[in-house]
């Protein structure tokens, strides 16, 4: 191997891993790295619902399946986090379901009752 080459094989084997480690903290700092894709839900279940705890279940509309589920009892309030944003909807045995828009940085609310299905 030539002089040349082996200066420029100890070179590169130098600025590449620093190279790599530059690019991943530019990108990191620069927002490039991991998105959370999930938003925050409370709940309140009236007060003027029968007194039995309730299974409160939020369904994302584009799957149609169960995201988070918490038994809630009149009067009190379940708070989901880790919910997919988007359009969710809000069901309890025989309380009206609610829908609702999950977004990024706010908490969204609903409030299930007995009246106005």
């Known amino acids: 191997m030539t002089p040349v080459r082996r200066t420029l094989g100890c070179v590169l084997r130098r600025v590449v891993p620093v190279f790599l480690l530059g690019t991943a903290a530019v990108l990191t700092l620069a927002g490039c790295g991991a998105h959370d894709s999930t938003g925050q839900l409370s709940v309140t279940v009236s007060s003027n619902a029968a007194d039995h705890a309730y299974e409160v279940k939020v369904i994302t509309a584009t799957t149609g399946k169960v995201s988070e589920h918490q038994r809630v ?9 880790g919910v997919p944003l988007g359009g969710v909807t809000v069901k309890a045995n025989e309380l009206c379901p609610q829908k609702t828009t999950v977004k990024n940085g706010t908490v969204a609310a609903v409030t299930l009752t007995t009246t106005g299905c």
């Open 73 to 81: 009892f009149p009067g009190g309030t379940a708070n989901f986090a």
